[in-house]
C-alpha cells in the first residue's frame, strides 16, 4: 500500500531540489525571491506550525485507513448486486 | 478596463462573503442552534453540498488580485494569511473527520473546532476588510511597514465584530430556512438578538467611516453608489419582517442583499484603491497605479468574465435543483 505515495513523493522532491537554485527555472532565483519584509522568525513559526498540522493530519490519516482495511468492504457486496439489479 | 477588472474583483469577492458566508455563519450559531448529535449532523449536512465549492471564490478572488496588491498584501501580511489558512484547514478538518468515530468526545471535539474556527474565520476577514478601507502604510517599493498589532486596530476590530455579527445573521437565516424542527427554532430566536446587534455595530460602523475614509468625494463623483447602501438598508430591514412574518427564505434572500449592499458599500468607498495608504490613502496601491500589463489583462478578462458567468450559472442551477427541502434532524 506504502509505494505509490513514496513514489508520488519522491518524484515531488525531484522536481523540487532538481529546479534548485532556481524558483522558476532560469527566471529568478530562490534566494531572490523571498519577501525582504516576512522575518525568519515568522516562517520558522509557520514552518513548525504547517510540520505539527501535518503530522496530526498524517496520524489521524493512518489510522482511519488502517481502521476501514481492518473493518473490509462491508458495502461492496450491496453495491455489486445493487448495479446488476439495474 | 481597469475599472472593469475592479469590478470583476469586487464581484469574486462579495461572492465569496454571500455564499460563503452563510455556511461559515452556520458554522458560528452551529454549537446553539443544534444541541444533540442529530441536529448538529442535520445542520452541517444543510451546508455540506455547498461549502467547499464557496470556498473556492475566495480563491479565484485571490486570482483575480492585481499583481502588485498581490505581492504587496501577501508578503506583508504574512502571518495573518497564514493564521487564516490554518482556520480554514481546521474547518474542513472538521467537516471531513467527524462522522469517522462513534465517540462523543471526538465528535464535540470536531463540533467546537468547526464553532471555533468558522467565528474566527469571520473575524479576521472582518479586520481584513477593515484594515483595506482604513488603510495600510506602504513605503515606496509598496512594502507593508506595519506590524501584527498595527491592523488590529479599534475600527478594524470594529469592523471584524460586525462581520461577525452579520454572517451569523445570515447563517442564521440559512438554518432558520434550511434545516426542520429545533435547530431552526433557535435560529429564529437567535436572530432576535443578532439583527439588534448588527443594527448597533452597522451604525457606529458607518459613522466612523466617514472619518476614518471618507466615501464623500466618490459620492459626489457618482451619485449612483448610494444605491448600494439603500438596498443594504432595505435588505436589513428585510430580515426583521420576512422573520417575523415567519417567511425564513425570504428572511435569507434579505439578508443575501443587506450583505451585497454592504461589500458594494465598501468597494465604493475604497474606490480606486486596493490597497489605500495609511495615514495618507495616495501612498497606497490603486487600481490605476498598480494594474496588470494591458495585454495580460485584455487576454485574462474575456476569460475571467466568461468563466465568472459559467460558474454563476452553474451555482444557481445546482441551487435551485438542491434547494426543493430542508434537512431533517435524524
Known sequence: MPFPYIANEAGWVTAEVGRQPWMVYGLIRTAESASPNVAAGETVFTLLGFAGMYFLLGVLFILIVLREIASGPEHEPAAITAAAAS | MIVVAFVVLVAMLAAYVLLDGYDLGAGAVHLFVARNDAERVAVMESI???????????????????????????????????????????????????????????RSFFDVTFAVASTLLILV???????????????????????????????????????VAALAQHGAAWVAARVDGAPAARARSALKILWPAVLVLIAIVTIVTFAVHSPSAN?????????APLCSAAGLAGVAVFSLQRRPRRAFEASTLFLAGLLASSAATVYPYLLPGYPAPQTGLSIFSAPAPPFALAT???????????????RTFVGLRLNAGRVKPR
Do not use: K
Open chain 2, 300 to 314: 485574462i478578462l474575456p476569460v475571467a468574465i466568461g468563466g465568472l458567468i459559467f460558474v454563476a450559472a452553474y
Open chain 2, 48 to 106: 455540506g453540498p455547498y461549502w467547499n465549492g464557496n470556498e473556492v471564490w475566495l480563491i479565484a478572488a485571490g486570482g483575480a488580485l492585481f499583481p502588485q496588491v498581490y505581492a504587496s498584501s501577501f508578503s506583508g501580511f504574512y502571518l495573518p494569511f497564514m493564521v487564516l489558512l490554518w482556520l480554514l484547514m481546521f474547518r474542513g478538518i472538521a467537516f471531513e473527520l467527524r462522522g469517522q468515530f462513534p465517540s462523543d468526545l471526538w
Open chain 2, 219 to 227: 459620492l459626489r463623483a457618482m451619485p449612483a453608489i448610494a444605491l
Open chain 2, 125 to 163: 476577514l472582518g479586520v481584513a476588510l477593515g484594515n483595506i478601507v482604513r488603510g495600510v502604510p506602504l513605503d515606496a517599493g509598496h512594502y507593508f511597514l506595519g506590524t501584527f498589532t498595527f491592523l488590529l486596530n479599534p475600527y478594524a476590530l470594529g469592523v471584524g465584530l460586525l462581520a
